[in-house]
């Protein structure tokens, strides 16, 4: 096995815990790669074609890579729920402050799509452009996507698993499965099998296969403005899944290469390589400007309950009072959740933030803040794609959101199926609150209520 010089090093995350990366190649052009859920930084130099395939890309620029956090040479989720897909993003801006990198073409295999995709659209000053190999998520309405992932597979999934990780037989399923033209390659099979058991736990791997499963990043397909390259091969359903993927992203370029295998690593990487530097080597051209100006966020709408009748009850200023407090309240708490309160008209507040699982948190705050102060509050949350203007949000996900609240009741917090979705495996408790209409908005609305934030 190829002995290795390449520093590992480690990024301290927003909420303290260690995330393993390293650095390789020198240049312009800064590249994070996000490959399969199963990683170590270190074993995956031991694969020649991957290995083959980092130092291509790092002969472009910087390659960035990492251990997503409770996997490989990163801190381990010991008595800690596993990651959602908002500590994970936070984990890659943390890695891109520590490796010094202001703009990154976002890199995204397989599952690592969902991440760099969400990634793109939630940090597009971060992000240069963004490629996505063999694109896979599990939206929650499966017949306009076909890629959605079958309950029954995804348990098939997590048997053979507690059955076999890290176990020659498990490695050449998959293998036999996701890399047919590598079948029998024994030692790429025996790679594969120490890679699971340097990676994590089976149960550590149960948890991201149910994360996978569950989880839904198609709202954040239209909130993408980077340009967007989509390799695949031409599988049954890889490509037009691709395809799905390619049509919800704006100016997106679709390629579709021969192949039969899923594993970027078997087959003609060097196809996939070739499409992913012509790719970066016409950005390291163009430079194309960072377009801010539309992100996709969450949008928190807080309302007291009966004001009208509480101000009449406690006067003017007794009551202007009261809501100075509230208002300073919920400002502090907003900050501590790293959101940022966008007005204050009336008596609501309106603020947003970068992931649904923080704007959750701080929801359930707010409501046990206004109880302290004698005040009942109702509040409403939705995530979409927003126009940035100055200081201000728009656009028609701060019109849900606002909508979202008006059907709230006292101390209720009410959330739109596409906030419910995004923080899948966050510990977040939901009951469902019906399908409902927003006024002035088309369609209907699944709503759930917030019961354990």
Sequence with gaps: MERVSVESRYARTFDGMHVAYQVTGSGNVDMVLLRAWVGDIEHEWQEPVLARMMRRLGSLGRLIRLDRRGMGLSD???HRPPPTLEERLDDIRAVMDAAESRRAVLIGLADGSSLAALFAATYPERTRALILYEPV????????????????????????????????????????????????????????????RRAGSREDAVAL?????????????????????????????????????ADRISGARLVVLDGVDHFVIAG???????EMEAFIEALSELD???????????????????????ATEMGDRNWTDLLGRHHEATRRIVATYRGRVVDTAGDGIFASFDGPGRAIRCAVAIVAGASQLGLEVRIGLHTGECEVAGAQLRGIAVHIGARVAALAQASEILAT???????????IGFRDAGVRHLKGVPGEWHLYQVSDG
Excluded: C, N, Y
Aim: glycine share 6%.
């Design 137 to 196: 998520a599990r939206p929650a309405r499966p017949a306009d996507t076909p890629w959605a992932t079958g309950h029954d597979e995804s348990e098939r999934t997590i048997a053979a698993i507690r059955d076999g990780w890290g176990t020659h037989g498990l490695a050449a399923r998959w293998v036999a499965s996701g890399a047919p033209s590598r079948a029998d390659d024994e030692p790429f099979i025996e790679w594969l099998a120490e890679q699971q």
């Design 268 to 274: 003609d990487t060097d196809a996939v390589v070739r």
């Design 417 to 427: 199926q596409t906030v419910k979705d995004l923080v899948s495996g966050s510990g």
């Design 76 to 78: 381990r989720m010991i």
């Design 288 to 310: 194309p400007e960072i377009d801010a100006d539309r992100v996709l966020a969450t949008v928190l709408f807080s309302d007291i309950v009966g004001s009208t009748t509480l």
């Design 209 to 245: 296969v149910e994360l996978q499963r569950d989880t839904d990043i198609s709202v954040a397909l239209p909130a993408i403005h980077v340009p967007t390259l989509i390799v695949t091969r031409d599988r049954p359903h890889a490509s037009q899944t691709a395809q799905v993927v």
